[in-house]
């Protein structure tokens, strides 16, 4: 479970700065 939050935290950080640098 652990592995799985981290890695839905970290996607969603990419996922915000992209949006930041490029807003849909």
């Known amino acids: 479970m652990q592995d799985i939050l981290g890695f839905h ?3 969603s950080t990419e996922l915000s700065k992209k949006w ?3 807003p849909l």
């Open 9 to 11: 935290t970290r996607l």
């Open 20 to 22: 930041v640098e490029r």
